[in-house]
């Protein structure tokens, strides 16, 4: 952790269908309400996560948590939400591109910070090859100020001048220069910022009366995690840190119910006929802006529905992705790999704590991925948009609901999963065609 790399990127911008692209922000402030809509609705969160936290711990804890907030009674009034959501561009049989989401992600989504700096690496490129014109249609694009003015608005509706925002750090800190852009913009605004890890709050956090958070007997006004969504960042202590901050009154970004309500599972519960409308009831348009982006998913929950998917999966693997709650890259299954795993769990109730999903075909276009100390060599390559969302609530009332920047992450294609974190993906630019 003490030796610093730079992040790894694309040698040249990669073209993304501009349609697609305004497409990808016009939907983004209906998936912030669609989220904060869910994280609202105990009903929905209960009866779809019902036969998943049967069969996946991770999510079970996750949820345990969940509960005992709700029966103790929020403390906390004020709602920040950062997501990312991210899209592939389908190749339809005719050929034409289609926007179809992969996930959203509602903790820790990364790169914002990193990201804020590429599109001038790739003007300075193409300036470099002789390509100013080109250089000058990149579009500007500063997610870190974004999300950091989340943070902001956050932060001055808990209304303390003196509590502080906490970054909820890993233990080896690999991507800290994407952290210290969003913190950089909270300190020119005069606002403190303190990192912990969850070891630090479970020795040093404390409740006071009203459930105020302190940390060193600073005042927290707002945890953002960028940790805390993968089970291997949990021990017994950790977990009791996760409980102590979500009692609190501080902003969580995101609380337990919006982590809850980036789940895969819920994810695939979406797109069932009627969902949408039932969580999001007279907002017609958003909800066909949403559905729209939706690529096939299936249950694959016990009973003859279940059957049939599982047994569709199996005969035909290469259409589908297999997977699992888990984020973070590297964890889903496919092909041949997808078939094995769904041919041993097909009859037991472990196959509920997967999701099936169509998999996306985007057209592969060449470029070079850079990354510290590997060969350099031209490669066949996919690229994923992803849209930072952020939205503030104070009680029932949204306060912000904002589209913040973009996210292009590019990889070859021989890997079939993984983002930058992964040491699969790379930065990258969008040049819109
Ligand atoms: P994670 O939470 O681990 O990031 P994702 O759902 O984003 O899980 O999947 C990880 C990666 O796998 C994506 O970045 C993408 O490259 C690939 N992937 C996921 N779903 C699909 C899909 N339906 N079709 C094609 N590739 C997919
Ligand atoms: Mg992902």
């Known amino acids: ?30 998936f912030n309400l669609l989220v ?20 996946d711990d991770f999510t079970a804890r996750l949820f345990r948590i969940y509960t005992q907030v709700l029966e103790e009674g929020l403390a906390q009034s004020v709602f920040l939400g ?34 804020s700096r590429t599109a001038a690496v ?36 808990y209304g303390s001048q003196s509590a502080v925002v906490m970054f909820l750090v890993e233990e080896v800190q690999r991507n800290i220069f994407d952290q210290r852009c969003v913190e950089n913009e909270l300190w020119d605004r005069n606002i403190r910022v303190i990192r912990k890890r969850f070891r630090d709050v479970f020795e040093k956090g404390s409740l006071d009366d009203a459930r105020r958070l302190y940390m060193d007997g600073q005042e927290v006004a707002v945890v953002y995690y960028r940790e805390g969504y993968m089970p291997k960042n949990y021990n017994q202590q950790n977990w009791e840190a996760r409980l102590l901050l979500e009692r609190s009154r501080a902003v969580k970004c995101p609380d337990i119910a919006t982590q809850l309500a980036g789940t895969k599972k819920v994810q695939q519960e979406l797109s069932r ?49 297999l997977k699992p709650q888990r984020e973070g890259g590297g964890n889903n299954l496919y092909g041949e790999e997808l078939r094995q795993v769904l041919e041993k769990i097909k009859d037991s109730p472990e196959r509920t704590s997967y999701i099936l999903m169509d998999k996306i075909k985007p057209q592969p276009a060449m ?26 609530r104070q ?13 292009l992450r590019t990889k070859a294609i021989e890997h079939a999963d993984g983002g930058v974190a992964a040491g699969v993906a790379v930065l990258d630019t969008p040049y819109l065609v």
């Open 1 to 30: 952790s003490q030796v610093v790399n730079y992040a790894p990127f694309t040698l040249l911008p990669s073209a993304v269908p501009s349609a697609l692209f305004e497409q990808a922000y016009a939907v983004q402030q209906d």
């Open 36 to 55: 904060d809509a869910i994280s609202q609705n105990k009903e929905f969160l209960e009866r779809t996560l019902a036969s998943t936290i049967k069969v």
């Open 82 to 115: 950062i997501n990312r959501s991210d899209y592939m561009f389908d190749c339809g049989v005719d050929g034409t591109p289609a926007l179809k989401q992969i996930e959203i992600n509602t903790i820790a989504a990364s790169f914002g910070g990193l990201t």
């Open 122 to 157: 790739h003007g300075r490129i193409l300036k470099v090859l002789g390509k100013p014109k080109e250089a000058s249609r990149l579009l500007p694009n500063n997610p870190s100020k974004g999300l950091a003015l989340g943070i902001v608005k956050a932060w001055e509706l």
């Open 273 to 321: 006929p009627g969902t949408l409308e039932g969580l999001l009831s007279g907002h017609t348009e958003a909800v066909a802006r949403i559905r729209a982006t939706f690529a096939g998913l299936y249950s694959l929950d016990m009973g003859k529905e279940g059957d049939k998917i599982a047994a569709m999966a199996i005969a035909d693997p290469d259409r589908f992705v």
């Open 367 to 392: 470029n070079y991925l850079l990354r510290a100390h590997s060969p350099l060599q031209v490669s066949e390559c996919i690229s994923e948009l992803g849209i930072f969302g952020v939205y503030v």
């Open 395 to 407: 009680g029932k009332e949204m306060v912000m609901n904002t589209a913040a920047g973009h996210l």
